[in-house]
């Protein structure tokens, strides 16, 4: 599959807007890039972020890339090394799956809450956000499919109406957006995603909860399997 997000050099990073809505300052627009970069693949774990070349190909002074350095090490998908600065963080396999698995049970927890039946307007959004994600796919634009597959599973979980539970689920998502390069280069892995929200949306429409609970426990298994194969290539069994 093609990635047709260019991979050029902005000329003068402006403020933008964020997934939530608002302008974000400039130090969040670094980090949303520098993230977006490691979803796309054209950052790998272990690769250093040396401040002096994000500089220059941000246009901007050190203050700032430090603060989206700062922010992306709080979002856990940078971290810091003593007297070698940034790199992007290496998850294992080990470690992705033992946070997937907190993942799935907090996951069916937000399914087992969710009230049914949902409000027309609430499935009316989810089967918009589907067929935004399922076109972004046919396009082979990763960077739509990852915020669409975003919005879609916020919204998603946001029915159940728990607070915490919503943002200890998306804390942990996005955690291991690091890894989401892996299953992205996989057109088998993204079709599959596609069909599972379709069933998740018929699922919610026939009241079928315990399918729909089958359905976000598998979901979650493709991504981490797809990183492990990956990280074995590029690290090594021993690894």
Known sequence: MTNRVA??????????????GGVQPLALMIA????????????????????????????????????????????????RIPNRGAIVRD??????????AVREELEVMAIR????????????????????????????????VFYANLHFHRALFGLCGNACLIET??????????????????????????????KMIEALQGFARDDLIALTRRHL?????AYARAYRLRFGEAA
Do not use: M, W
């Open 91 to 100: 998850l294992t396999p080990k470690e992705v799956q033992e946070i997937y």
């Open 32 to 79: 949303d890039k520098i993230e977006e970069d490691i979803v796309l693949g054209r950052r790998h774990p272990r690769e250093r972020l040396i401040e002096q070349e994000l500089c220059a190909y941000f246009g901007t002074h050190r203050g700032d890339v430090r603060l989206a350095l700062f922010e992306l090490e709080k979002r856990g998908i940078v971290q």
């Open 169 to 198: 689920i998306d804390q942990l998502a996005q955690k291991v957006r690091v890894i989401r390069s892996s299953a992205n280069a996989d057109a088998a892995v993204l079709d599959r995603a596609r069909r599972d929200h379709v």
């Open 221 to 225: 298994k493709a991504a981490p399997e």
């Open 113 to 144: 809450i969710l009230p049914l039946p949902v409000a027309p307007a609430d499935l009316g959004n989810l089967i918009a956000l589907q067929q935004q994600h399922s076109r972004a796919v046919d396009a082979g634009d990763l960077l739509a």
């Open 7 to 20: 991979a050029k050099k902005p000329a003068a990073p402006e403020p933008v807007g964020n997934v939530d």
